[in-house]
């Protein structure tokens, strides 16, 4: 089993940023790939990044290309998102997910899924 625990959510402004964290404890060391989502109300879950954690490879939803940025600490067992240039549309919950699967992008290959936590951006 893997634990995943997040943190860093919060209130800002437009224009402002945020930076998310994801601890893992558990059986994390045959894990593929760990990622973050997010589900705004009334809509369905979607991808936001994702890394590699072995190699750091990473991908991003085409909405957050060039202001998030997906990294790991392996040593700590911990991904962060920063989240820079925040928009109104970026409010959600977000999610923390672990995977030991290939296509870390898809949302159903994740087996293990954090608590959430809520970001909110004022207009």
């Known amino acids: 089993q893997v634990q995943l625990v997040e943190s860093g959510g919060g209130l800002v402004q437009a224009g402002g940023s945020l930076r998310l964290s994801c601890a893992a404890s558990?059986?994390?060391?045959?894990?593929?790939?760990m990622g973050w989502f997010r589900q705004a109300p009334g809509k369905e879950r979607e991808f936001v990044a994702g890394i590699m954690l072995s190699g750091g490879n990473t991908r991003y939803a085409d909405s957050v290309k060039g202001r998030f940025t997906i990294s790991r600490d392996n040593a700590k067992n911990t991904v962060y998102l920063q989240m820079n240039s925040l928009k109104p549309e970026d409010t959600a919950v977000y999610y923390c997910a672990a995977t030991y699967g290939y296509s870390y992008y898809l949302s159903n290959e994740y087996n293990y899924w954090g608590q959430g936590t809520q970001v909110t951006v004022s207009s």
């Open positions: 558990g059986r994390t060391f045959s894990l593929f790939a």
